[in-house]
Structures are given as structure tokens and as C-alpha cells.
């Protein structure tokens, strides 16, 4: 398979935990699931004053639109790149869309995190362990262009190899989702000045491939037009292994790795 992603884009992945995909499914098709959002809301995409509130979210959509655009050859070799060949599960649709309007009230969903990938049965909370059960990839799908002022997500780039250190003695069983910000915050690393910020903007159809552990936070829009995407996982074939026999680790292996001090 020919493959998607220059080999500098790979290791750009491992040492910043993000890659932008450009075109990763076709503009029109970002249209015609744009046009379907835009019903789901029941608001007037050419009357401003039918947005009453900052952020709407919306579940996931396994509709045929949906589908295409999650399922792409462009997209499939990108993760077979970053996550290996067999170890991923095929996405049937896409969700959640956080849909941020113009809007002069506080989102309240601004605060920087990474995302949880399981939870234990019987357990409440989220959790997430140092093999990333439950999360081969943190996905951005840009549903709308998405310039500087349109609330793109905030990446603190390379913060995906600050997390290692705090889940590595958890073992299988992981830390909960809160618990894991609060210590990284408290020594630090959530919002570390250190880390150079990026925004995820684009054009629609460009999706961001994100490392599980990647730290980020969304912010408000302040440009004049609805912003949209999707934020989907990629979910994973089994956990990570970072101790394999043939040194085959995938980039989202070796960033984990990396974090941890090993070559």
C-alpha cells in the first residue's frame, strides 16, 4: 500500500503526538454531513439569532455520509502507519460533534485533559492505563474550515510524553480519568507553559491524528460562523505492547516508550 504519511510526518507524530492529515476525505462529502448536522440542531445556519448557546453536542451518526468519510483508503493507510497494520478496528460511524457558535457566554468545556479510554465494570469513572486499553488514536475530524478564530482545539504538542510516568506503576488496572488530570496538573504538565501550543485548523475534510495521551482542550469561538467536527477514537485491535520480542513498535508504541525513557 502506498503510504500516506512521509516518514518526517511519522516521527513528528511520535515527538509531538499529532499529524494533520490534509484531505482525508472529500470536501464535498464534509458538506453533505455538515448540511445533515445542521437539521440535527434544528437551527438556522443563515440566522445567528437561532444560536442560543455556545456549544451544542451531538451523539454519533452511523448514517451512509458518516460512514464514507470514516472509512476513506486515505485514512485506513494513515492508521495503519501510526498504529500498525491489524491493530485497529474499523470505524461504522462518527460522533460526538461539539458544534461551537459564536457566542458570548462561557462554554464551561475549556479546561485542558486527555481523554479516558475504558471504564472497569463495577467501577464509576473513566479510566486510562499505560497500554491505552480502549484508545489506539485521538481523531479530529473537521466537518467546517476552521481558521484561528473559530475555536480550534488547543494541543499542547509533545504532551503526550509527559503521561507515561504517571500511569507506569498503575499497571493494567490504570488511574481514573480525574485523578490522572489532577496529578498532572498539580506537578504541572497539564498546562505546561514548556510545551509549545498548536490549534487544529483547516479546511474541511483535513482530519487530525492524535496519540492517545495527547493533552488538549477546546475554547470558544470567536469568529462568525459555526464551527464543526467530529472527535472520534480509534479504536484499537488489543492494548499496546511496549515490550515486543522483534522491536516492531508502532509510532504510537514508541511515543509511549519515548515518554518512558527507553529507545
Not at 481523531?139 to 504532551?159: N, Q, Y
Not at 507515561?164 to 506537578?187: I, K, M, Q, R, T
Not at 511496549?242 to 504510537?252: E, K, M, N, T
Amino acid at each position: 500500500m502506498h503510504e500516506v504519511l512521509s516518514a518526517d510526518q511519522v516521527e513528528q507524530f511520535v515527538t509531538d503526538g499529532f499529524v494533520r492529515l490534509p484531505e482525508a476525505f472529500p470536501r464535498e462529502l464534509a458538506e453533505e454531513c455538515r448540511a445533515f448536522l445542521w437539521r440535527e440542531t434544528g437551527l438556522d445556519p443563515d440566522d445567528p439569532a437561532t444560536w442560543r448557546q455556545p456549544v451544542v453536542r451531538l451523539g454519533g451518526y452511523v448514517d451512509e455520509p458518516f460512514q464514507r468519510a470514516a472509512t476513506t483508503e486515505r485514512l485506513h493507510g494513515a492508521f495503519d502507519q501510526l498504529v500498525g497494520a491489524g491493530r485497529w478496528q474499523p470505524r461504522v460511524g462518527l460522533g460526538t460533534f461539539p458544534i461551537r457558535f459564536p457566542h458570548p457566554d462561557d462554554p464551561g468545556d475549556t479546561g485542558w485533559h486527555l481523554d479516558a479510554g475504558y471504564q472497569e465494570p463495577g467501577e464509576a469513572g473513566l479510566r486510562v492505563n499505560l497500554r491505552s486499553r480502549g484508545r489506539a488514536l485521538l481523531m479530529l475530524f473537521l466537518f467546517s474550515d476552521v481558521d484561528e478564530c473559530d475555536g480550534p482545539t488547543r494541543i499542547k504538542a509533545g504532551s503526550h510524553l509527559d503521561v507515561p510516568a504517571f500511569l507506569e506503576a498503575a499497571g493494567e488496572h490504570g488511574v481514573e480519568f480525574f485523578e490522572l488530570c489532577g496529578a498532572l496538573d498539580a506537578a504541572g504538565r497539564l498546562d505546561a507553559p514548556a510545551r509549545p501550543l498548536a490549534l487544529a485548523t483547516g479546511r474541511a475534510g483535513d482530519v487530525y491524528l492524535c496519540h492517545p495521551f495527547l493533552i488538549h482542550a477546546a475554547q470558544p469561538n470567536r469568529g462568525t460562523t459555526a464551527r464543526f467536527i467530529a472527535q472520534p477514537p480509534l479504536d484499537p485491535a488489543g492494548p499496546l505492547d511496549l515490550d515486543r520480542p522483534d522491536g516492531a513498535y508502532s509510532p504510537v508504541e514508541r511515543a509511549v516508550r519515548l515518554g518512558l525513557g527507553h529507545s
